[in-house]
């Protein structure tokens, strides 16, 4: 297999085995194209495949575009988006990877500031920042979660379009995404915030309201907590 081909026509250089490239140090940034393949563009724009590591963010999907001088990643078809909790048990490894993942995530990731693609400043703190522009979602058909009970047809969290910051030193208890909770007709639909559990999982703790609430169209009534 060569090593590269070079498109006369669009001057595109596609390469073969490229394991990984690191596009931040200091943001700690890095893709892992998918069959080790990758096309170098224009000014040193480049697509490919794959899986990208920002801070403690994973991002998984068929079509991702680096933009060289703008230093972001465009997340064109991005499948899911996983995060990494900080352990603060001493025992076990200092960082776990979330049990839920974002999906159909769509937007982009600025790694640094323009004019710090070096990383030689280290007081942009903020840095690397995501924006997802449509709806994600969580979904709880896992066949870990009651054997695959809960279909993602009608049991999932819509998560709000969102920016987050901070993507190599968010703290556990700042992670929050608001959006809408829909539990397949058990409970009515609700405005919620996940937020990391106990379980490192993404879920909330809501009080049922005194009286408690109606579920299964109000055929009958809970008065414990939703969870």
Same mark, same amino acid.
């Given at each position: 297999k060569?090593?590269?081909?070079?498109?006369?026509?669009?001057?595109?250089?596609?390469?073969?085995?490229?394991?990984?490239? %690191?596009?931040?140090d200091?943001?700690?940034?890095?893709?892992?194209?998918?069959?080790?393949?990758?096309?170098?563009?224009?000014?040193?724009?480049?697509?490919?495949?794959?899986?990208?590591?920002?801070?403690?963010t994973?991002?998984?999907?068929s079509?991702?575009?680096?933009?060289?001088?703008?230093?972001?990643?465009?997340?064109?078809?991005?499948?899911?988006?996983?995060?990494?909790?900080?352990? %603060?048990?001493?025992n076990?490894p200092?960082?776990?990877?979330?049990?839920?993942?974002?999906?159909?995530?769509?937007?982009?990731?600025?790694?640094?500031?323009?004019?710090?693609?070096?990383?030689?400043? %280290?007081?942009?703190?903020?840095?690397?920042?995501l924006?997802?522009?449509?709806?994600?979602?969580?979904?709880?058909?896992?066949?870990?979660?009651?054997n695959?009970?809960?279909?993602?047809?009608?049991?999932?969290?819509?998560?709000?379009?969102?920016?987050?910051?901070?993507?190599d030193?968010? %703290?556990?208890?700042?992670?929050?995404?608001?959006?809408?909770?829909?539990?397949?007709?058990?409970?009515?639909?609700?405005?919620?915030?996940?937020?990391?559990?106990?379980?490192?999982?993404?879920?909330?703790?809501?009080?049922?309201?005194?009286?408690?609430i109606?579920?299964?169209?109000?055929?009958?009534?809970?008065?414990?907590?939703?969870?």
């Amino acid at each position: 297999k060569r090593s590269a081909e070079l498109s006369l026509v669009s001057k595109d250089l596609k390469i073969n085995g490229v394991k990984k490239v %690191t596009l931040s140090d200091e943001q700690f940034v890095r893709i892992y194209p998918n069959n080790q393949e990758m096309v170098l563009k224009k000014n040193r724009d480049m697509s490919f495949a794959g899986i990208i590591n920002a801070g403690r963010t994973e991002y998984f999907g068929s079509q991702f575009y680096f933009e060289y001088d703008n230093f972001k990643i465009n997340l064109i078809e991005c499948d899911s988006m996983r995060l990494r909790a900080m352990n %603060t048990d001493r025992n076990g490894p200092a960082q776990i990877r979330l049990g839920s993942k974002l999906e159909g995530i769509s937007g982009n990731i600025v790694i640094d500031a323009e004019g710090n693609k070096s990383g030689r400043d %280290t007081s942009f703190n903020n840095f690397p920042i995501l924006s997802v522009n449509k709806k994600s979602y969580v979904y709880y058909d896992d066949k870990s979660i009651q054997n695959g009970a809960y279909k993602r047809e009608d049991f999932k969290f819509i998560v709000e379009p969102f920016e987050m910051d901070s993507l190599d030193n968010f %703290t556990n208890a700042g992670l929050a995404f608001d959006g809408e909770f829909i539990s397949a007709g058990i409970f009515p639909n609700v405005d919620e915030v996940l937020k990391i559990q106990e379980d490192f999982s993404l879920g909330f703790i809501r009080e049922s309201p005194k009286g408690g609430i109606g579920i299964y169209g109000d055929k009958a009534n809970y008065e414990n907590q939703i969870r």
